[in-house]
């Protein structure tokens, strides 16, 4: 009685994920202890996998333990890697399909890690409905072990059926299937319910309570053969198999139900559940004998219904009611499909624990981004008052003005700013860096396009084929899937225009001051000579206006160090929310990044905020301040054009200097952009490689599957063969409709004797066949031979031994009025062919039987079937 199904187990073709995995973690994390400690990491998923899926799994719990703890890790780095751009492509094999002589079995290749952990999935289902089926149920510990590993294997498929088509976000095959992997859940429910009909019964429990666990079972069988009754993919004993189970199990129910009516006094109840019983176990035995063995239950019904009849005969004589009229037996479940929750294993330990998720990793980007943001905001705005005040001071000539009291010799800042400009590296560092600048800009631009461009080849390649094989070619469009990896090398091209467009705004501001910069880079005679002398100004030295005015340029230059210090303070400033990400994360399911963000940013930058706002305030003014003495600065001047000839070139080696600073640092940080763009660059092009790659192997699996599959397919186009020709005898009217059974050993008919070769038919021209005279038959049997009747029973169609053509599919049964080789030789009328129903076809005159076999011409070999 106890034959139970079990699944087979999924293949899967070997996969590196150690390769792509580590490109990732030596990316993102940096050189350390905890990149080792992943790489490490890598290593032992790969080792994992192989165990799991590598090699043939015992039918044991250890080895079952070994997919649960891959699947649990898959699980677990899910959210932690970013699959859809690693490209890691995963094949597997459909687990019901045996292959065909012309290719591989079918097999699906996705770059989705929700895919692998599906088909590891069902591989943890299958290997458990193998382990229950391969336990001991004559004992209590072989019970309980197959009824947890049914409800196991039954859980998981459900769990598959749930997910399947949102992991996979395209058909499956069709083990994986909703449909099929429902079916094979009901199965396995089902099964584990039988397992505790039997520990009931060897535990000797209520003939209620084992009856109603049975009856139980035959309605999970029921339901599990009414899914199965349409899965073509499911092997071919499973359907009869399911139907036995059903019938043995109502059988069942119903012989421990008779059981309680015997203790009811109910003697005809009985003898009606017994008798009902055994036409249940004969049915199970006349259809279903290849599959299980019904004879112990049967003998059991049998001995039971002969005792009760005979009590009930010679004793209570109580009337036997129909079986219609008989109360319906209850039902009670005992089992429940096992819900899969991770971690499945006891044992599990998340090999990346101290990683954080990708939605984790996502969030502290942008909120390092945001950071980035406002830092820049709060020093950009105190460079660029620094900028204005250098702007305004070198516009009133100060503090020159005030050093050039006596019209003749350099002023003190000047020289300051002529050593400083020779100390960076003058003009000849200034040019040097701008010539490197276009060699930069073109590697990188070399570097998109490439990058650009391996993409743009293996899209056209894919609609190529996408084209040639239409619905055929079923993987997604490159175009879709290249959508992020074209908006980020767009805005990399962007990137690229904004920066030629500073380096021209550099470039051009360089030319304007380059005179006077090369000027500041002369020595001190030099730098004398050039410039205009003029009247000395002794009167303004000792002047309560000149005294104010320095006073306001050194608050001024106070202010200028205060916002330096603030500058490294703001700089300085450090946090880390991953803490708070996973806090939120792990609470609502999600991050709001963006309000966790702004409040820790106001949280650590809100009184730098003030201190900057406090600081350009106090410079705006005192530049008020300064322009006022500086008017009258200038109104006590004795003016002339030699000392305004000279304020003018002072004026324009004060604003060289500023030029030259800020053109420097400018020129510097382009040529560390353009570097560190590179770096970006490469890692982008990578990507796009590797990508393709992928695509490249995928594309190379999937032309394979579709040139065997187009090699499995008919080269004619199939036929329908006559229901006369079917071996399948007819059903009886009113009768039951058997369940599918599948037949072994089946013998051939034996092939009839060969009828003696007729002699060659006469060289004749249609024509003359046309216009002869009619003859008779010289080969005519005797009168005492019966013309031949066409056959009653079906016989078997067989095709010529060379390609038939379309309109000549095989052979077909012929009226036996009808000769095809006649050539004109026998004058023989037309008789047109009848369908079934119709009156047979007449015979032709005793002197013109036709043969009774149709014959070939004598060269070539009789192929026909014979009668």
Same mark, same amino acid.
């Given at each position: 009685? %106890?034959?139970?199904? /079990?699944?087979?187990?999924?293949?899967?073709?070997?996969?590196?994920?150690?390769?792509?995995?580590?490109?990732?973690?030596?990316?993102?994390?940096?050189?350390?202890?905890?990149?080792?400690?992943?790489?490490?990491?890598?290593?032992?998923?790969?080792?994992?996998? @192989?165990?799991?899926?590598?090699?043939?799994?015992?039918?044991?719990?250890?080895?079952?333990?070994?997919?649960?703890?891959?699947?649990?890790?898959?699980?677990?780095?899910?959210?932690?890697?970013?699959?859809?751009?690693?490209?890691?492509?995963?094949?597997?094999?459909?687990?019901?399909?045996?292959?065909?002589?012309?290719?591989?079995?079918? &097999?699906?290749?996705?770059?989705?890690?929700?895919?692998?952990?599906?088909?590891?999935?069902?591989?943890?289902?299958?290997?458990? /409905?193998?382990?229950?089926?391969?336990?001991?149920?004559?004992?209590?510990?072989?019970?309980?072990?197959?009824?947890?590993?049914?409800?196991?294997?039954?859980?998981?498929?459900?769990?598959?059926?749930?997910?399947?088509?949102?992991?996979?976000?395209?058909?499956?095959?069709?083990?994986?299937?909703?449909?099929?992997?429902?079916?094979?859940?009901?199965?396995?429910?089902?099964?584990?319910?039988?397992?505790?009909?039997?520990?009931?019964?060897? $535990?000797?429990?209520?003939?209620?309570?084992?009856?109603?666990?049975?009856?139980?079972?035959?309605?999970?069988?029921?339901?599990?053969?009414?899914?199965?009754? !349409? @899965?073509?993919?499911?092997?071919?004993?499973?359907?009869?198999?399911?139907?036995?189970?059903?019938?043995?199990?109502?059988?069942?129910?119903?012989?421990?139900?008779?059981?309680?009516?015997?203790?009811?006094?109910?003697?005809?109840?009985?003898?009606?559940?017994?008798?009902?019983?055994?036409?249940?176990?004969?049915?199970?035995?006349?259809?279903?004998?290849?599959?299980?063995?019904?004879?112990?239950?049967?003998?059991?019904?049998?001995?039971?219904?002969?005792?009760?009849?005979?009590?009930?005969?010679?004793? !209570?004589?109580?009337?036997?009611?129909?079986?219609?009229?008989?109360?319906?037996?209850?039902?009670?479940?005992?089992?429940?499909?096992?819900?899969?929750?991770?971690?499945?294993?006891?044992?599990?330990?998340?090999?990346?624990? &101290?990683?954080?998720?990708?939605?984790?990793?996502?969030?502290?980007?942008?909120?390092?981004?945001?950071?980035?943001?406002?830092?820049?905001?709060?020093?950009?705005?105190?460079?660029?008052?620094?900028?204005?005040?250098?702007?305004?001071?070198?516009?009133?000539?100060?503090?020159?003005?005030?050093?050039?009291?006596?019209? $003749?010799?350099?002023?003190?800042?000047?020289?300051?700013?002529?050593?400083?400009? #020779?100390?960076?590296?003058?003009?000849?560092?200034?040019?040097?860096?701008?010539?490197?600048?276009?060699?930069?800009?073109?590697?990188?631009?070399?570097?998109?396009?490439?990058?650009?461009?391996?993409? $743009?080849?293996?899209?056209?390649?894919?609609?190529?084929?996408?084209?040639?094989?239409?619905?055929?070619?079923?993987?997604?469009?490159?175009?879709?899937?290249?959508?992020?990896?074209?908006?980020?090398?767009?805005?990399?091209?962007?990137?690229?225009?904004?920066?030629?467009?500073?380096?021209?705004?550099?470039?051009?501001?360089?030319? %304007?001051?380059?005179?006077?910069?090369? +000027?500041?880079?002369?020595?001190?005679?030099?730098?004398?000579?050039?410039?205009?002398?003029?009247?000395?100004?002794?009167?303004?030295?000792?002047?309560?206006?000149?005294?104010?005015?320095?006073?306001?340029?050194?608050?001024?230059?106070?202010?200028?160090?205060?916002?330096?210090?603030?500058?490294?303070?703001?700089?300085?400033?450090?946090?880390?929310?991953?803490?708070?990400?996973?806090?939120? +994360?792990?609470?609502?399911?999600?991050?709001?990044?963006?309000?966790?963000?702004?409040?820790?940013?106001?949280?650590?930058?809100?009184?730098?905020?003030?201190?900057?706002?406090?600081?350009?305030?106090?410079?705006?003014?005192?530049?008020?301040?300064?322009?006022?003495?500086?008017?009258?600065?200038?109104?006590?001047?004795?003016?002339?054009?030699?000392?305004?000839?000279?304020?003018? #070139? +002072?004026?324009? +080696?004060?604003?060289?200097?500023? /030029?030259?600073?800020?053109?420097?640092?400018?020129?510097?940080?382009?040529?560390?952009?353009?570097?560190?763009?590179?770096?970006?660059?490469?890692?982008?092009?990578?990507?796009?490689?590797?990508?393709?790659?992928?695509?490249?192997?995928?594309?190379?699996?999937?032309?394979? $599957?579709?040139?065997?599959?187009?090699?499995?397919?008919?080269? %004619?186009?199939?036929?329908?063969?006559?229901?006369?020709?079917?071996?399948?005898?007819?059903?009886?009217?009113?009768?039951?409709?058997?369940?599918?059974?599948?037949?072994?050993?089946?013998?051939?008919?034996?092939?009839?004797?060969?009828? =003696?070769?007729?002699?060659?038919?006469?060289?004749?021209?249609?024509?003359?066949? /046309?216009?002869?005279? =009619?003859?008779?038959?010289?080969?005519?049997?005797?009168?005492?031979?019966?013309?031949?009747?066409?056959?009653?029973?079906?016989?078997?169609?067989?095709?010529?031994?060379?390609?038939?053509?379309?309109?000549?599919?095989?052979?077909?049964?012929?009226?036996?009025?009808?000769?095809?080789?006649?050539?004109?030789?026998?004058?023989?009328?037309?008789?047109? !062919?009848?369908?079934?129903?119709?009156?047979?076809?007449?015979?032709?005159?005793?002197?013109?039987?036709?043969?009774?076999?149709?014959?070939?011409?004598?060269?070539?070999?009789?192929?026909?079937?014979?009668?």
């Amino acid at each position: 009685m %106890a034959t139970f199904i /079990s699944v087979p187990l999924k293949k899967s073709s070997e996969v590196d994920l150690a390769k792509p995995l580590l490109k990732f973690v030596t990316a993102t994390y940096p050189p350390g202890e905890e990149q080792a400690e992943y790489v490490r990491a890598v290593d032992e998923l790969n080792k994992l996998r @192989k165990s799991a899926l590598g090699r043939p799994l015992d039918k044991h719990e250890s080895s079952l333990e070994i997919l649960l703890r891959y699947y649990d890790q898959l699980c677990a780095i899910e959210p932690k890697f970013p699959f859809p751009e690693l490209c890691l492509t995963f094949t597997w094999k459909d687990a019901f399909d045996k292959g065909s002589l012309f290719g591989g079995s079918v &097999k699906l290749a996705l770059a989705s890690v929700g895919y692998e952990k599906t088909c590891v999935l069902f591989n943890v289902g299958a290997l458990a /409905s193998q382990i229950a089926s391969e336990q001991n149920l004559d004992n209590d510990e072989g019970l309980k072990t197959a009824a947890k590993f049914y409800q196991l294997a039954s859980g998981a498929f459900a769990h598959i059926k749930d997910t399947v088509l949102s992991a996979l976000n395209r058909e499956p095959t069709m083990d994986i299937s909703p449909e099929t992997v429902g079916t094979l859940s009901q199965i396995m429910l089902s099964q584990a319910q039988e397992v505790f009909v039997l520990k009931a019964t060897a $535990d000797k429990m209520k003939d209620a309570i084992v009856a109603k666990l049975a009856n139980q079972a035959a309605d999970y069988y029921g339901d599990a053969f009414k899914q199965c009754q !349409y @899965k073509e993919n499911l092997p071919k004993e499973v359907l009869p198999v399911l139907a036995a189970k059903h019938c043995m199990m109502q059988a069942t129910a119903e012989m421990h139900q008779s059981a309680l009516a015997n203790q009811k006094k109910k003697f005809g109840e009985e003898i009606a559940r017994l008798q009902h019983a055994t036409e249940l176990v004969k049915t199970a035995a006349s259809r279903y004998d290849e599959y299980v063995n019904v004879k112990d239950l049967s003998d059991k019904i049998s001995r039971a219904l002969t005792a009760a009849k005979k009590d009930n005969d010679f004793i !209570y004589h109580d009337r036997v009611p129909e079986v219609k009229d008989l109360e319906h037996i209850g039902k009670a479940s005992l089992v429940k499909a096992t819900a899969v929750q991770t971690p499945l294993s006891q044992k599990f330990t998340d090999l990346f624990e &101290k990683m954080v998720p990708m939605a984790v990793q996502q969030s502290v980007s942008a909120a390092n981004s945001r950071k980035a943001d406002t830092v820049n905001r709060l020093i950009g705005s105190m460079r660029e008052a620094t900028n204005l005040c250098n702007g305004v001071l070198a516009s009133l000539n100060l503090p020159a003005a005030l050093e050039d009291l006596s019209g $003749d010799a350099v002023p003190q800042s000047i020289l300051e700013k002529s050593r400083a400009v #020779v100390q960076q590296g003058g003009l000849q560092s200034i040019e040097q860096l701008i010539r490197d600048l276009p060699e930069l800009l073109q590697r990188n631009r070399e570097i998109l396009d490439e990058s650009l461009k391996i993409l $743009d080849d293996e899209e056209t390649t894919d609609n190529e084929l996408r084209t040639k094989f239409n619905q055929r070619w079923n993987r997604t469009p490159s175009g879709d899937l290249y959508k992020s990896l074209r908006a980020e090398g767009n805005n990399f091209r962007n990137i690229l225009d904004k920066a030629v467009q500073a380096d021209q705004v550099v470039k051009e501001r360089y030319t %304007a001051h380059c005179e006077m910069i090369a +000027l500041l880079c002369k020595p001190e005679n030099e730098l004398s000579a050039a410039i205009p002398s003029a009247n000395p100004a002794k009167t303004l030295q000792g002047s309560e206006v000149v005294n104010v005015l320095r006073a306001q340029l050194a608050q001024l230059e106070e202010v200028k160090r205060e916002r330096e210090v603030l500058e490294g303070e703001v700089k300085a400033v450090t946090f880390d929310l991953t803490t708070k990400f996973l806090t939120a +994360l792990a609470q609502d399911g999600a991050i709001n990044e963006e309000a966790l963000t702004t409040s820790e940013l106001d949280t650590r930058y809100g009184s730098h905020t003030q201190r900057v706002q406090q600081n350009l305030r106090r410079q705006e003014e005192l530049l008020s301040q300064i322009q006022v003495s500086h008017q009258e600065f200038s109104a006590l001047k004795q003016s002339n054009s030699e000392a305004n000839s000279r304020e003018d #070139v +002072l004026k324009k +080696l004060a604003a060289a200097h500023d /030029s030259y600073i800020e053109i420097s640092s400018n020129i510097k940080e382009g040529t560390k952009f353009y570097n560190d763009l590179t770096e970006i660059l490469l890692k982008f092009q990578n990507k796009c490689s590797d990508i393709v790659f992928a695509r490249k192997t995928e594309r190379d699996e999937l032309l394979k $599957d579709l040139q065997q599959s187009i090699a499995r397919e008919p080269s %004619a186009p199939s036929f329908n063969v006559p229901s006369y020709q079917s071996n399948t005898p007819a059903p009886v009217p009113g009768g039951p409709t058997p369940a599918p059974r599948t037949m072994f050993n089946q013998q051939q008919p034996q092939a009839k004797p060969q009828p =003696p070769a007729r002699p060659p038919p006469p060289s004749i021209t249609p024509q003359a066949a /046309s216009t002869a005279a =009619p003859v008779s038959n010289p080969m005519a049997p005797s009168g005492t031979n019966p013309p031949p009747v066409a056959p009653t029973g079906p016989s078997q169609a067989q095709g010529p031994p060379y390609p038939s053509y379309q309109g000549y599919p095989g052979y077909y049964q012929m009226p036996v009025a009808y000769n095809p080789y006649a050539y004109g030789q026998f004058n023989m009328p037309y008789m047109p !062919y009848q369908a079934q129903g119709q009156a047979g076809y007449p015979g032709a005159p005793p002197t013109q039987q036709a043969y009774p076999y149709p014959q070939q011409p004598p060269q070539q070999q009789p192929y026909y079937p014979q009668q």
